[in-house]
């Protein structure tokens, strides 16, 4: 069994199936290595690939390949079954237009907004008999169950907040600027830890704009930059998150804290109307400004903050709907995958 994913961040959406499933007896496992790994995960039964590496072995036989981006899975392979778990939800479902151009036997689709928008794309892929299976989002097991314990951690007695700006493709649909950077790092009753999509820390795919350089700026005792490890692993840490259109925002819902989302409706615009997400746009980003309260300028950041803060259940229905309404099995959705996953393993065999 082949994971193939094209970068850390992906990998960690992969890695609750592989170690649940790891032990299984007669099961080999294929890692393919991404290029950003800090540490190589230790991992039974498994043998660890290079991606370059992987086309040099499309002459063995594989029962499944399983995959966190529709184009990570070779052309090459057909000798068993192909399986796109996608890595998030929300408005980067713009980019599940790729479905269409790829062949898949199953998909383990996050929740029901989603599976919607996926049985559409699929009607429209000609000859294709994709399966989508209820799974959920297995990454997100391990922070539901963090938040069943409510381990928050303030620094310097100040509630922590979470600002996790998104990157896009297309440069000018990135949210994050410095104004609003100036205004969080200038504040002093919050603190406040950034981390930002690894590909904002990446002056050429930001139109040149070095923002790792920009950030450590501004660092201060109240305005972290910890660059180390996953946004999994501070996610739960926090009492608050401020967010943009990632699919953080989405995952954050299961510690039914409060958010605030930072980005102009022309951005959003832009962004709901890239590939998949047309033409029910609307329908995908209104659940979650209802969820969150919105931010609509840089300088009303500490006025709209204190304001969620000091009442954190507003808006509390709003986000449960929409947790529903994103993903399935939230808290068990490894352990749905990982049965799928063997279920599919002992059909193959027959």
């Not at 994709?130 to 997100?140: D, E, R, S, V, Y």
């Not at 605030?260 to 997400?277: N, T």
């Amino acid at each position: 069994m082949v994971f193939c994913a094209p970068a850390d961040f992906h990998f960690q959406h992969l890695l609750p199936i592989i170690k649940m499933i790891e032990g299984t007896p007669h099961l080999k496992l294929i890692i393919v290595e991404q290029p950003d790994w800090q540490q190589k995960p230790d991992i039974k039964n498994s043998v660890f690939i290079l991606g370059k590496d992987l086309g040099k072995m499309n002459w063995n036989f594989f029962d499944v390949m399983i995959g966190t981006d529709f184009s990570s899975i070779p052309w090459w392979f057909t000798s068993g079954t192909r399986i796109a778990l996608f890595h998030g939800a929300g408005p980067k479902v713009g980019f599940l237009e790729e479905l269409a151009e790829n062949i898949f036997d199953v998909v383990f689709t996050p929740g029901p907004d989603l599976r919607e928008l996926e049985e559409k794309i699929i009607e429209n892929t000609k000859g294709r008999n994709t399966k989508l299976l209820q799974i959920g989002l297995p990454a997100l097991d391990i922070l539901f169950h963090q938040g069943q314990k409510n381990e928050i951690q303030r620094k310097n007695n100040k509630p922590v907040i979470l600002y996790a700006p998104s990157w896009h493709l297309e440069t000018s649909y990135i949210v994050i600027d410095e104004a609003f950077i100036r205004e969080l790092a200038g504040q002093n009753k919050y603190h406040i830890i950034v981390r930002p999509h690894p590909n904002l820390l990446i002056p050429e795919k930001c139109g040149g704009i070095d923002w790792e350089k920009i950030l450590f700026s501004y660092e201060n005792e109240n305005f972290e930059i910890p660059l180390q490890g996953s946004i999994y692993d501070y996610l739960h840490r926090c009492e608050a998150i401020i967010g943009d259109y990632s699919s953080v925002l989405y995952e954050y819902l299961v510690f039914e804290r409060p958010g605030f989302l930072y980005v102009s409706q022309e951005v959003l615009d832009k962004v709901l109307s890239y590939g998949a997400c047309e033409p029910d746009s609307d329908a995908i980003i209104e659940p979650l400004c209802a969820a969150y309260q919105t931010i609509p300028d840089a300088t009303m950041l500490l006025e709209i903050l204190d304001k969620g803060m000091q009442k954190p259940d507003i808006r509390q229905n709003a986000r449960i709907e929409l947790l529903n309404r994103t993903f399935y099995n939230a808290g068990s959705a490894t352990q749905v995958a990982s049965r799928e996953i063997i279920r599919l393993l002992d059909f193959n065999r027959i």
